[in-house]
């Protein structure tokens, strides 16, 4: 797949509004705070409508109440137009001239975004493990997106019900609604998490050469084996706190190395590593679905100190079609150059 | 400048409509002005006509300028059979699939505990009044409300109650896209989802 060229409007501190990508190597090179973190997670977001951790709001260039990105998809079977209207809490999209959702772009558009904050997946909160894992299915399986969207949905809905004055009836509904969606989402997970354990542990090994096993699990802090009894052995929790306190929406992945926890034991290289293995998880399973590369987006790789890291990451962007690499100095090889300051790209 | 006070009125109200935003009440509003007065004076005279003339059926709650709607008087329709819908808009969508001729139950809307929908907000009860004169070997009522989680379980809520009352229920199934509202389902679809409904 190539991201052909990607289109912007008051997207933070961009200034030019369209930018022509090559096949091959794009490097974007600037000084700190040029602009260049900001042309990537633009081409991520018009790539996939998906805002990494951001709000609208914050992308939004300031003072301004409306935005857009916008890319062209070349597939060997036809090109796409993805047009992102962005206002603050909305995104309003459209795929080629057709209003569509987010689950409509995955059909026809991939692209996986490295970048040096990676390392947070591994040490940060279970929501952004939780966030790699949902937005990975997600894109996919499009029954995945739906069923996460509804079951997200009941737990809303049981959550309101347990902060007023839940009949027995309607708790039981929604309950076994939330039963039996948990247990499908688990199931997918379940099932993508084995997927994605054995490609994480072979590039693991390919990138450390530390002779450690990756292993990655899914967790879900009670002993009790199926969601049912989870619900009732927490019946008394969640009418005390109004919310419900186990399903899929609490879960966490859990990365070891040779059986010890990454977040707990792991050392800093040990977790960008881990985090590297699973973004290579990510390019390689929608690879698998797409039959085509995803766009490869690269930000920062001169960050990346490490020579094992540095390496790999430059021959995963040489071998793939496309890449969008970007870095304070060039990297060795490159087939088309822009330079970034200020916020205005040009070619080079 | 800013806008005259009755203008910003207009817009207020016509913004408050489903599907209006707030551009498109502008819009309205500035073509409801260049309108000739008596053009406007029949819309508005519409508006107030349809609401003082329509009411809800006594029986199925769908909207109706008589007492009884005239499905509910309609004899040669099958009244052993009741199709619960949330909105008259998917009463219409039904009968324009032309493959049911029972009666109607309207729950204008469906549970949904984060905007203080429970049962007593619905037309259950009323459902349920209905159903005592209703003859538990030859009657059934098919649940058509939507297949989002809120409309699947307002479905499983009433299949619960009707079970234990012993009268046959059933659930329209076939070939709805998950999440679907059916006011949107194409006539074949839902045509076919109700020849095929499930027993529950
Ligand atoms: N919403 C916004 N409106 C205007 N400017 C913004 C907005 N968001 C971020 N910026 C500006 O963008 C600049 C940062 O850009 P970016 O993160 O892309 O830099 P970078 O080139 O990746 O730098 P580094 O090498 O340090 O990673 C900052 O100067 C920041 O103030
Ligand atoms: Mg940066
Ligand atoms: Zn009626």
């Known amino acids: 797949m190539l991201l052909r060229s990607l289109s912007q409007l008051n997207y933070r501190n961009l200034l030019s509004p369209r930018l022509e990508l090559a096949e091959g190597i794009n490097v974007i090179v600037g000084n700190n705070a040029a602009g260049k973190s900001n042309v990537l997670e633009a081409a991520y977001l018009a790539c996939t409508g998906d805002l990494p951790g951001g709000k609208i709001s914050e992308v939004l260039r300031l003072g301004e109440v409306e935005g857009f990105v916008g890319a062209r998809i070349k597939r060997i079977d036809g090109i796409s137009n993805i ?133 990655i699990s899914l967790h879900s802090g009670l002993a009790a084996s199926n969601l049912q009894e989870k619900l009732q052995a927490t019946a008394h929790e969640e009418q005390a706190r109004g919310v419900t306190v186990v399903g899929p929406h609490r879960d966490d992945l859990v990365l070891e190395l040779d059986g010890y926890s990454i977040q707990a034991y792991g050392s800093r290289g040990e977790a960008r590593t881990a985090s590297l293995a699973l973004r290579v998880a990510e390019y390689r399973l929608l690879q698998e679905k797409h039959r085509e590369t995803p766009v490869l987006l690269l930000d920062d790789f001169s960050s990346e100190l490490d020579a094992n890291r540095r390496e790999y990451l430059l021959d995963l962007a040489a071998n793939t079609p496309q890449a969008v690499v970007s870095g304070t100095e060039p990297p060795p090889r490159c087939d088309q150059r822009f330079s970034v300051s200020g916020g205005l790209v040009s070619a080079f | ?139 059934e009522v098919i649940l058509a409300t939507a297949t989002t989680v809120e409309g699947e379980a307002t479905a499983m809520y009433l299949a619960r109650l009707l079970t234990d009352i012993g009268i046959t229920t059933s659930r329209i199934a076939y070939g709805l896209p998950v999440g679907g509202d059916l006011e949107y389902a194409d006539e074949v679809t839902l045509g076919r989802a109700i020849t095929n409904r499930r027993k529950l």
Not at chain 2, 60 to 75: M, P
Not at chain 2, 111 to 134: C, V, W
Request: hydrophobic content about 40%; glycine content about 6%.
């Open chain 2, 1 to 139: 400048m800013k806008y005259p006070s009755a203008l910003i009125q207009l817009i207020r109200e016509l913004g408050k409509l489903p599907g209006v935003g707030p551009k498109s009440a502008q819009r309205l509003a500035f073509h409801l002005f260049n309108l000739p007065e008596e053009e406007v004076r029949e819309l508005a005279q519409a508006i107030l006509n349809a609401k003082n003339s329509l009411k809800q059926c006594k029986l199925c709650y769908n909207i109706t300028d008589t007492e009884l709607c005239s499905i509910c008087t309609d004899h040669q329709r099958n009244h052993e059979l009741i199709c619960v819908v949330e909105q008259p808009a998917d009463l219409l969508a039904i009968e324009r699939s032309g493959e049911y001729d029972g009666l109607y139950h309207v729950l204008h809307g469906s549970l949904s505990p984060m905007n203080g929908i429970g049962p007593d907000q619905l037309t259950i009860a009323a459902l349920f009044e209905r159903l005592q004169g209703f003859d538990q070997n030859t009657g």
């Open chain 1, 83 to 215: 047009d992102i209207g962005l206002t603050p809490g909305k995104k309003i999209i459209r795929l080629d001239g057709q209003t569509a959702r987010a689950l409509d772009i995955a059909k026809v558009s991939a692209a996986v975004l490295i970048t040096p904050e990676d390392a947070d997946l591994i040490h940060g909160s279970p929501s952004l493990r939780r966030h790699y894992l949902d937005s990975l299915l997600a894109k996919l399986s499009r029954r995945y997106a739906l069923l996460h969207r509804e079951y997200n949905r009941v737990v809303e809905q049981r959550n309101a019900l347990l902060k007023g004055r839940a009949g027995e009836l309607s708790l039981s509904i929604w309950s076994a609604k939330f039963v039996e969606l948990g247990n499908e989402i688990m199931a997918m997970r379940l099932r993508a998490i084995k997927r994605i354990a054995e490609i994480a542990n072979t590039s693991y090994a390919e990138i450390a050469d530390d002779g450690k096993c990756l292993g």
